[in-house]
């Protein structure tokens, strides 16, 4: 989950700026609810103690886990350990292996970079909004120097691993998929931004962005996310934390943060999705290793685009598609944030190119054909390439205060 935190922000005790609380709305779709006015910033027993999340003894969370058993792992951030365990669905007590409901438990370790406050940001935010795109949190454990928390298990893993996975046993993510995926997300992120008081996420990464059976798309790991301005104010201002290549250079300059900032990083991650690349790659030649400094030139070009695209798509979408898609996100990388879109431009978009029927047989020769004698240069990604794609740390961005 988000990035690394200073030890000095680590110690700080001050309650939340957040006016979140549990009031749904009536209205919204089924399974949608927002958060309701400001409020007073909040303690953190008035946040536990109103999250409806089930509090959990670390007793029953290691039962869950089988002791927390290094087979059971299903990844590490900067947070900790996540851990695959089983819960009854009705108690939520701990279960057997196999029965019951299978959950993710992500367990603070307490030699990292996060700690206390990413911990209740999660259960601030995720405890009280519900939308079919956000991770459902279950419950959590405060127990002495324990800090965990339990999420529905999300089969799929994370868009990460699916992008940027290599080797002959994946099975590379295929465009409607990515296409799905990005609409999810994209919905998500709207979601937030147009909840009362405005929440903007700040951490907007292919890692965190969750996997359900169906490739729908959810958004975990709220420890860095903000209320957005209130009272006219244009932004609020933080101490700049996100993650290297995803956050946007007006915030990394002057740490005012904007629901702008989500937008800049949806772009950076459509154009990881168009082109199979990540936005920080260091095993690239030098001038590749930023991702959209490389691509933005190629992507308003029609046939030019065609040098960014993951070759492993060859053939499935179309040139009108893929001119669509870096459209987008060209507008959402915008050096001038007032220029990008909002989200719900950006949904609309993307259900145009979702419900749009697949009519690119004749162009899929042309996709397939001008690939061929473009792809002769170090630019080719294919999956034969095997090239080797290191993880790259959720890198922290110190305190400008
Ligand atoms: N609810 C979940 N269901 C299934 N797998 C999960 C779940 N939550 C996390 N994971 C797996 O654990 C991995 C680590 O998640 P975590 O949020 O701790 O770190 P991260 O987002 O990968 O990194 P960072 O700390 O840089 O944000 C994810 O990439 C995913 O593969
Ligand atoms: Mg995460």
């Known amino acids: 989950m988000g990035a690394c935190w200073s030890n000095k922000i680590k110690a700080d005790t001050t309650p ?22 400001p409020a007073t910033p909040r303690s953190e027993t008035e946040i536990l103690q109103s999250s409806n ?23 590490g951030g900067g947070f900790g350990s996540v851990f695959k365990g089983w819960i009854d669905e009705h108690t939520f007590g701990p279960a057997k ?13 307490q030699e990292g970079p996060q700690g206390h406050r990413e911990w209740l940001a999660e259960i601030n935010y995720l405890g009280h909004l519900h939308h079919p795109n956000l991770v459902r949190l279950i419950g959590f454990c405060l127990e002495d120097e324990q800090r965990l928390l339990v ?14 996975r290599r080797g002959t046993y994946f099975q590379p ?16 992120l709207a979601f937030l931004h147009n909840s009362e008081p405005k929440v903007i996420y700040r951490d907007f990464k292919t890692s965190n962005i969750l996997l359900d059976p ?52 949806f772009g950076v991650v459509l154009l990881e999705m168009l082109s199979g690349r990540r936005v920080i790659d260091k095993n690239k030649p030098q001038e590749q290793h ?10 308003t070009n029609k046939r030019r685009i065609l040098h960014v ?74 999956a034969a390439g095997s090239l080797a794609y290191p993880r790259p740390s959720a890198s922290p961005f110190f305190s400008k205060q």
Not at 16 to 37: K, M, N, Y
Not at 290 to 299: E, G, Q
């Open 214 to 265: 169906n490739y729908n798309a959810k958004l975990s790991d709220f420890g860095l996310a903000r209320d957005g301005p209130t009272d006219q104010k244009s932004h609020v201002s933080t101490r700049v934390m996100g993650t290297y290549g995803y956050a946007a250079p007006e915030y990394l300059a002057t740490g005012r943060l904007t629901a702008k900032n989500d937008v800049y990083s």
């Open 53 to 75: 999340l089930k509090s959990f003894s670390f007793g029953e969370l290691r039962s869950a886990t089988r002791n927390f058993r290094p087979d059971s792992v299903l990844g």
């Open 173 to 188: 993510l295929s465009w409607s998929h990515r296409v799905r995926v990005a609409l999810g997300a994209a919905r998500g």
């Open 309 to 382: 695209m993951d070759a492993r798509l060859q053939g499935q979408y179309s040139l009108d598609q893929a001119q669509m898609v870096a459209k987008l996100a060209l507008g959402c990388l915008d050096a001038e944030p007032r220029l990008r879109p909002n989200m719900d431009d950006v949904v609309k978009e993307l259900e145009q190119l979702s419900s749009r029927k697949h009519q690119h047989n004749r162009q899929h020769h042309q996709t397939s054909n001008c690939r061929e004698s473009l792809l002769s240069g170090p630019q080719n990604n294919t």
């Open 16 to 37: 939340l700026q957040t006016g979140v609380t549990s009031r749904s709305a009536g209205d919204e779709d089924p399974g949608i609810s927002r958060v309701s006015d």
């Open 97 to 109: 292996p196999g029965t019951g409901m299978i959950v993710a438990v992500k367990k603070l370790n």
């Open 290 to 299: 930023n991702l959209v400094d490389w691509a933005k030139p190629y992507l």
């Open 151 to 164: 999420y529905e298990f999300m089969p799929r893993g994370s868009m990460e691993n699916h992008l940027f």
